[in-house]
């Protein structure tokens, strides 16, 4: 679809005055409200943007646009924000697919590094936790350079064995691996594991998922909060 026909989406958008859904993540957690159109010219989208939207905007420099007048979802460049107002200029849209599933997916990063290791029968290989959701974990691996090659390969099952953040508390996990992927440059791997928790360690997940992802807002709006007091200092 071309720059002119996106921008007459936008224009039907603001003539019936419907929501443009935003997508950030920051931390791992969605970052999603709507947002209004309000003027359109040559190429750049004005709006009105939830005060999260617009931190992290300013901090990824992009953001995700969806709305049912939106032939899918767009990616798009923010080139100006102001925190203050609330508003936002957006242009070089461009096509991503329809499905917004893996952006709005949780999966909170850690406060603190948390050890996690990866049995497959034959090597236990250790880690750092990248994230985790209820249903899956994100681990960084050094085991090229501990071992010389990696053995996990992609649906290979495993054993999960994570230190939680906090506690301490050892949590046993059967689990499959789903991506594996080199981190280029270095001896660093980033293994992706859906888990099968049992009905007690799910309740124990989602507690501490619940947990980061309410610190997690609290510290965006710190960050807000910082941005507005540095603004006004600055006017």
Known sequence: ?????????FGMIAEQKKPVRLINTYRGIPISYDAKVITIS?????LNVHEYQAVCMTLEGKTYAQSDLLPEVLQARAVAVDVMTKQAILTEFEGVGHSVGKRMA???????????EIYDGQRRIPGKLADI????????????????DLSF??????????RMPLTDEILRFPGKVTSVAH?????????????????????????YVFQRQDEVL???????????????KKS
């Open 153 to 162: 390969e992609k649906n290979a099952d495993v054993v999960v064995d994570v």
């Open 218 to 232: 609290h510290e965006l709006n710190a960050i807000y909060q910082t941005m507005i007091q540095d603004k006004e």
């Open 133 to 148: 959701s209820t249903i899956g974990l994100g681990v960084f691996t050094f085991a090229t350079y501990i071992y010389g």
């Open 106 to 116: 949780v999966r909170v990063q850690p406060k603190e590094p948390a050890d996690v």
């Open 183 to 207: 981190q280029k440059g270095t001896f660093l791997h980033r293994l992706g594991v859906r888990l099968f928790p049992t009905p007690e360690n799910e309740k124990r997940l989602q507690e």
């Open 1 to 9: 679809m071309s720059n002119d026909d996106i921008m007459r989406r």
């Open 42 to 46: 040559q190429g750049y989208v004005a």
